[in-house]
């Protein structure tokens, strides 16, 4: 509003703002209210805040795009980086688990190898079974060896079969697919920003190599089945050394008795041809391998053989009483008075006091060659035992035998009698060696003991 000149030296109101405007000598002076005024003054300075910040963007837009994008661009390279290594992670980790993989395909192929050769020697051992002197280590160690990790059997893959290929379900995991193989480009390798930093390892949560002991059930397995074979293995062993050691005292127990009857074991190195008939190649024992258990295994059959032939030869000598009950010697055997001529002579071999009629068996096994009557002997019965060894039973009543029949221990060759030169009913009987007559009293000695041997 326009204020009168009459007005412009009296006082002004406090409401209003008054600007004065003079042009030559004409002067004009407008009031303004105060709201007004502040409002517009607000307002010219927003405006010229807004065209400053115009102008500000104006100059600096493209070094503020260009930062931007090169945030944006270590943003984009730190997740490529992550993501490399997360590829790179798993590569090792498929790597690691190929390995595993292999090693335990490795490790059960020499379990199953392992169990085939035990299997082979269980094999060797059952068939030494019937050799072994009343030892049944074999049957033992084929069903039920004394192992450590007794009671857990043995996966039917590693005693029955061989797999030309393990599947996963076997190794317990299956290998992760490599990841497919990419060039990877140049670029800058910026730090990641605070809030993403960079990951140091990341893989797979929960991995655990199989191999890894006491984490797997897959480890604890193959350890079981390894406790079980080598128990198998220790059972095997300790059969082997028990029936190395049962064939030696055996073979001491029956050289001792040889030794007593006036024999020795060389004798009767040829006591049973189809056991000692034997050749063929000279192929030795491998090293290594199997070769130490071969090697013992040469050395038990040996034993066995060895007590074998003397079991056969002790069966072989005329250890037991040709008669049965008590035995009551009426002459013995060496020099005597005779006594149908009451001079001195030889008495070639015992009699033994029995009835008419009573059964005289045979001592030992052998063939009948001679039955019927010589001389002072009467009715006499002489077998061979072979190895130089005869016996003779004479006075016979009857002959139930024949030349040329074989005959076993017990068997009964004829009935006692006084044939012969003879004063009443008994048996003569002799023991020849090489043709010479024994005291046939050292070998009837053993009568009742010989069973009692046999079966230790």
Request: proline share 8%; aromatic share 4%; charged share 20%.
């Amino acid at each position: 509003m326009s204020v009168p000149n009459s007005m412009c030296h009296a006082p002004l109101p406090r409401s209003f703002y008054f600007l004065t405007v003079s042009r030559g000598n004409r002067t004009r002076t407008v009031a303004v209210r105060v709201a007004l005024a502040r409002t517009v003054m607000l307002l010219s300075a927003a405006f010229g805040l807004l065209g400053l910040g115009a102008i500000l963007c104006l100059l600096f837009h493209d070094d503020l795009v260009a930062s931007l994008m090169a945030r944006q661009s270590q943003m984009q390279y730190a997740y490529e980086d992550r993501i490399d290594a997360l590829r790179s992670e798993l590569q090792q980790q498929a790597t690691r688990q190929t390995r595993d993989q292999a090693s335990v395909e490795t490790k059960l192929h020499d379990l199953m190898s392992r169990a085939f050769e035990l299997e082979g020697r269980n094999a060797v051992l059952a068939s030494l079974a019937p050799r072994s002197l009343a030892l049944q280590a074999p049957r033992r160690v084929a069903s039920d060896p004394p192992a450590p990790g007794a009671g857990v059997p043995l996966p039917k893959a590693v005693l029955g079969q061989r797999p030309a290929t393990l599947p996963p379900s076997v190794i317990g995991f299956a290998p992760l697919p490599p990841a497919p193989d990419e060039t990877p480009s140049p670029k800058p390798h910026p730090e990641a920003d605070s809030d993403n930093p960079r990951p140091e390892a990341v893989g797979p949560v929960g991995h655990v190599s199989a191999l890894e002991p006491g984490r797997t059930s897959l480890s604890r397995q193959l350890a079981t089945v390894t406790d079980t074979l080598d128990g198998v293995e220790q059972a095997q062993v300790g059969a082997l050394m028990h029936m190395g050691s049962a064939a030696r005292q055996e073979t001491a127990r029956l050289s001792a008795v040889l030794d007593d009857v006036g024999l020795t074991p060389e004798r009767f190195r040829r006591v049973a041809p189809a056991a000692t008939d034997v050749g063929g190649p000279f192929v030795p024992l491998p090293e290594a391998g199997d070769g130490a258990f071969g090697t013992a295994m040469a050395k038990v059959q040996s034993s066995l053989l060895a007590a074998a032939h003397l079991r056969h030869a002790v069966a072989q000598v005329p250890l037991v009483s040709p008669v049965g009950g008590s035995i009551e010697v009426t002459s013995p055997f060496g020099a005597r008075i005779d006594p149908f001529l009451g001079r001195p002579a030889l008495h070639t071999g015992v009699d033994l006091r029995e009835s008419f009629g009573v059964g005289a068996k045979a001592t030992a096994a052998g063939r009948v060659t001679f039955a019927g009557a010589l001389g002072g002997y009467g009715n006499m019965v002489e077998i061979d035992h072979g190895n130089g060894l005869a016996t003779r039973y004479a006075h016979l009543e009857a002959i139930l035998v024949s030349v040329g029949q074989t005959v076993a221990r017990g068997d009964v060759v004829g009935e006692v009698g006084a044939t012969g030169r003879a004063t009443g009913p008994h048996l003569h009987y002799e023991v020849r060696i090489d043709g010479e007559p024994v005291d046939p009293m050292r070998f009837i000695a053993w009568n009742g003991r010989i069973a009692a041997l046999s079966a230790q």
